[in-house]
């Protein structure tokens, strides 16, 4: 039972070069978000979806896009990479949303 | 929107030592509370939730209790262990919010032999 699946677990870009975080699970949950973590500062939500085809703005959207094809996968875009966005980012999924979430290994993100 | 704050920042007890942690939040229709683990360069794992229509959970050494009338909830973690070692996030939620956590900014316990 592999839950939430994150790729790539490392990387680095440089200033304005765009790409896409993976996430997957395969627990057939509606519920699907995206969390960027940075020191002190806890975990804060930046899109999350209720289900395929539906998506919406956490607290800190700016300069991320995603979408929801399938109920499993939510990738996570990153448009023009900016040194602000370094950070770990963390997919999780719930099958509802009143149900705990379970989250990834995370994606280690650097920005020079 | 909703805030959530936690206390301490750092927390360093003995082992054996009991370790309690408190949030407090703003949005009085939040309604679920969970409490996450995270050790060092893994993912957070939920160790014990809560909802509103209960004043108490257990599970074995860990324990969450809120006050929905003052707004808070914290964390006691009894007969504590190293491997208690890790930062520990709260989070609350409500009802109507298609389950957006809002997190505290966590508490670093350190448990010394």
């Known amino acids: 039972n592999a839950g939430v699946t994150q790729t790539p677990k490392f990387q680095v870009l440089k200033t304005g070069q765009s790409m896409t975080l993976q996430c997957a699970q395969d627990?057939?949950?509606?519920?699907m978000s995206w969390y960027r973590q940075d020191p002190g500062m806890g975990l804060r939500l930046i899109h999350y979806?209720?289900?395929?085809?539906?998506?919406d703005q956490g607290e800190v959207p700016n300069g991320y896009n995603v979408s929801r094809s399938t109920t499993e996968d939510f990738p996570l875009r990153l448009l023009s990479a900016a040194p602000s966005q370094t950070s770990v980012y963390f997919c999780?999924?719930?099958?509802?949303?009143?149900?705990?979430?379970?989250f990834g290994d995370g994606t280690r993100l650097s920005i020079l | 929107g909703e805030n959530v704050e936690q206390h301490p920042s750092t927390l360093s007890v003995q082992e054996g030592d009991s370790a309690v942690i408190k949030c407090t939040y703003s949005?009085?229709?939040?309604?679920?509370f969970p409490w996450y683990k995270q050790e060092l360069g893994k993912r957070p794992q939920l160790i014990i939730d809560?909802?509103?229509?209960?004043g108490e959970k257990k599970d074995q050494r860990i324990a969450v209790t809120l006050n929905k009338t003052a707004k808070h909830f914290s964390l006691h973690i009894t007969e504590t262990q190293p491997e208690d070692s890790a930062v520990y996030f709260c989070a609350a939620s409500r009802a109507d919010s298609w389950g957006k956590l809002q997190f505290g900014a966590g508490t670093q316990v350190v448990v010394t032999p």
């Open positions: 999780a999924s719930s099958s509802t949303p009143r149900q705990p979430q379970h």
């Open positions: 979806s209720v289900g395929a085809g539906i998506t």
């Open positions: 809560i909802r509103s229509n209960v």
């Open positions: 949005d009085s229709a939040s309604n679920y």
């Open positions: 627990m057939n949950h509606e519920y």
